[in-house]
C-alpha cells in the first residue's frame, strides 16, 4: 500500500497544490462530501524526475530482474513482459507507452498516481474499481538496498505486473471491495493481514519449487534471497483462515510466509471470504 514520504524520496514530485489538495481529501475520504476517489489522484509530474532518479531505476531493475528470471513466478514475469516494463526509464503512468496502456485491455486495471499515504478506505476504494494508487516518488540512491516505505519502483516494478493477470487482477479487486464495504475492525484486521501475507510477500509454488510473487519480495534484493534461502524462514501452507490470524512487523525481514499453490486458489479464497462478509445473514468471523 502507499505510505508515508520520507527524507529519502525525492518531494519535487508532490510538493505542489494539486499534491496537497489530492492528500486532503484522500484523508478525509469516506466522510460526508467525500466519496470521490479520483479527487486524491494527481498527474505523474514525469519532469520532475532527475539524472539520479532514472538512473536508481536502472540499477533497480537491472538487479531485479536478473534474479527473478529464475525465482519469480511465471505470472510475474509474463506480466512484466505484457505491459513493456522496461529498465531504461521509469515507467510512465500515462501516455501511449505508459503500462496503462498495454495494461488495460489485458484485465482493465490501470496505475493512479496519487500523493502519498493513502488511508485504507481510500486505498481499498481503488482496489475496488481496478484501479491501483500507486506512488510516484523513487527512493534515493543512498536508500537502493532498503526503504520501509514504497515507492514507484515497488509499486509499478513489484506490483502491477500482476495485474495483467485476470486471476490475480480478479482477486485483488474482490479484496478491494469487501476491505471498502466493512467498518468492523476484526475484518479489517484480518484482510491487512491477507493482503501483507500474500499481495505484498506471497511465495508460490510453480515446477516443484517455492517462486516469488509478493511485492516486498520482487522488489527488494535482500528479502527476495531471504524469503527463498533463509533457514529462518517459516514457510507455510496457505490457508485463508491461518493467514488471517497470523499477526506481522515490518521493520525486518519476514520471519513467516504463506505459500500458494496457485493463484485460483488465492482467488477462490478470497470470493469466500467476500461472501461471507458482504452477506449480512452469515455470521461474522471472529477475528
Same mark, same amino acid.
Given at each position: 500500500?502507499?505510505?508515508?514520504? /520520507?527524507? +529519502?524520496?525525492?518531494?519535487?514530485?508532490?510538493? *505542489?497544490? =494539486?499534491? #496537497? &489538495?489530492?492528500?486532503? $481529501?484522500?484523508?478525509?475520504?469516506?466522510?460526508?462530501?467525500?466519496?470521490?476517489?479520483?479527487?486524491?489522484?494527481?498527474?505523474?509530474?514525469?519532469?520532475?524526475?532527475?539524472?539520479?532518479?532514472?538512473?536508481?531505476?536502472?540499477?533497480?531493475?537491472?538487479?531485479?530482474?536478473?534474479?527473478?528470471?529464475?525465482?519469480?513466478?511465471?505470472?510475474?514475469?509474463?506480466?512484466?513482459?505484457?505491459?513493456?516494463?522496461?529498465?531504461?526509464?521509469?515507467?510512465?503512468?500515462?501516455?501511449?507507452? /505508459?503500462? +496503462?496502456?498495454?495494461?488495460?485491455?489485458?484485465? *482493465?486495471? =490501470?496505475? #493512479? &498516481?496519487?500523493?502519498? $499515504?493513502?488511508?485504507?478506505?481510500?486505498?481499498?476504494?481503488?482496489?475496488?474499481?481496478?484501479?491501483?494508487?500507486?506512488?510516484?516518488?523513487?527512493?534515493?540512491?543512498?536508500?537502493?538496498?532498503?526503504?520501509?516505505?514504497?515507492?514507484?519502483?515497488?509499486?509499478?516494478?513489484?506490483?502491477?505486473?500482476?495485474?495483467?493477470?485476470?486471476?490475480?487482477?480478479?482477486?485483488?479487486?474482490?479484496?478491494?471491495?469487501?476491505?471498502?464495504?466493512?467498518?468492523?475492525?476484526?475484518?479489517?484486521?484480518?484482510?491487512?493481514?491477507?493482503?501483507?501475507?500474500?499481495?505484498?510477500?506471497?511465495?508460490?509454488?510453480?515446477?516443484?519449487?517455492?517462486?516469488?510473487?509478493?511485492?516486498?519480495?520482487?522488489?527488494?534484493?535482500?528479502?527476495?534471497?531471504?524469503?527463498?534461502?533463509?533457514?529462518?524462514?517459516?514457510?507455510?501452507?496457505?490457508?485463508?483462515?491461518?493467514?488471517?490470524?497470523?499477526?506481522?512487523?515490518?521493520?525486518?525481514?519476514?520471519?513467516?510466509?504463506?505459500?500458494?499453490?496457485?493463484?485460483?486458489?488465492?482467488?477462490?479464497?478470497?470470493?469466500?471470504?467476500?461472501?461471507?462478509?458482504?452477506?449480512?445473514?452469515?455470521?461474522?468471523?471472529?477475528?
Amino acid at each position: 500500500m502507499a505510505q508515508g514520504m /520520507s527524507g +529519502n524520496l525525492n518531494h519535487a514530485m508532490i510538493d *505542489g497544490p =494539486q499534491g #496537497k &489538495a489530492a492528500q486532503e $481529501y484522500a484523508n478525509q475520504f469516506g466522510a460526508p462530501g467525500f466519496h470521490d476517489i479520483t479527487k486524491a489522484y494527481i498527474g505523474q509530474n514525469y519532469g520532475g524526475y532527475t539524472a539520479e532518479n532514472q538512473e536508481t531505476w536502472r540499477v533497480l531493475y537491472d538487479r531485479q530482474m536478473l534474479y527473478l528470471a529464475n525465482n519469480a513466478s511465471e505470472v510475474y514475469l509474463r506480466g512484466a513482459r505484457s505491459i513493456n516494463l522496461v529498465r531504461d526509464h521509469i515507467p510512465y503512468l500515462e501516455g501511449p507507452q /505508459s503500462v +496503462n496502456t498495454f495494461l488495460m485491455p489485458l484485465t *482493465g486495471w =490501470q496505475s #493512479k &498516481a496519487v500523493p502519498g $499515504y493513502l488511508p485504507a478506505k481510500a486505498f481499498f476504494a481503488c482496489l475496488a474499481r481496478r484501479e491501483f494508487p500507486t506512488t510516484i516518488v523513487i527512493r534515493s540512491r543512498e536508500s537502493i538496498d532498503y526503504l520501509p516505505e514504497p515507492d514507484i519502483f515497488h509499486d509499478i516494478f513489484g506490483h502491477v505486473p500482476l495485474h495483467a493477470d485476470p486471476i490475480f487482477a480478479d482477486f485483488l479487486q474482490t479484496y478491494g471491495k469487501a476491505a471498502v464495504s466493512t467498518d468492523d475492525p476484526s475484518h479489517t484486521e484480518r484482510l491487512s493481514r491477507l493482503f501483507w501475507f500474500t499481495v505484498e510477500f506471497g511465495l508460490i509454488r510453480e515446477g516443484g519449487r517455492n517462486r516469488l510473487y509478493g511485492s516486498g519480495l520482487i522488489s527488494s534484493p535482500g528479502e527476495s534471497a531471504h524469503a527463498l534461502d533463509s533457514k529462518d524462514v517459516d514457510r507455510r501452507p496457505f490457508d485463508l483462515e491461518t493467514v488471517c490470524n497470523t499477526s506481522f512487523e515490518i521493520d525486518h525481514y519476514q520471519p513467516i510466509l504463506y505459500v500458494l499453490e496457485s493463484f485460483d486458489q488465492l482467488r477462490d479464497a478470497m470470493n469466500t471470504y467476500a461472501q461471507r462478509l458482504l452477506d449480512p445473514a452469515r455470521r461474522p468471523v471472529n477475528a
